[in-house]
Nanobody, 124 residues
Framework: QVQLVESGGGLVQAGDSLRLSCAAS????????MGWFRQAPGKDRDFVAT????????YYADSVKGRFTISRDNAKSTLYLQMNMLKPEDTAVYYC?????????????????WGQGTQVTVSS
């Protein structure tokens, strides 16, 4: 049974940093492209960042480029999202997801497994 468990969310002020983690089990983590998505109240689930399982190439949404960094530790089967210079508009539930796509996967429909999400709230 595949499980993705996010942690590290919380309430912070604008300009602060947070690091999200996603612990994976039940899958061969190193062979999955991993991604982060977020969903604000009343809005669609949006792509944030992805990291390919081949080569570790990363891609980001324009809204987070230069502020967020996605990384992975295959030995620990864990995905990370370092979020710096947080803004109130970053407030959302953040989800990690796993995909068998070999290339960058930026659409939610390309992902096979999802975590339950972790809330990030940024106050102004």
């Amino acid at each position: 049974q595949v499980q993705l468990v996010e942690s590290g969310g919380g309430l912070v002020q604008a300009g602060d940093s947070l690091r999200l983690s996603c612990a994976a089990s039940g899958l061969t983590f190193r062979r999955y492209t991993m991604g982060w998505f977020r969903q604000a109240p009343g809005k669609d689930r949006d792509f944030v960042a992805t990291i390919r399982w081949i080569g570790g190439t990363t891609y980001y949404a324009d809204s987070v480029k230069g502020r967020f960094t996605i990384s992975r530790d295959n030995a620990k089967s864990t995905l990370y999202l370092q979020m710096n210079m947080l803004k109130p508009e970053d407030t959302a539930v953040y989800y990690c997801a796993a995909s068998t796509y070999m290339n960058a996967a930026q659409a939610a429909t390309q992902y096979d497994y999802w975590g339950q999400g972790t809330q990030v709230t940024v106050s102004s």
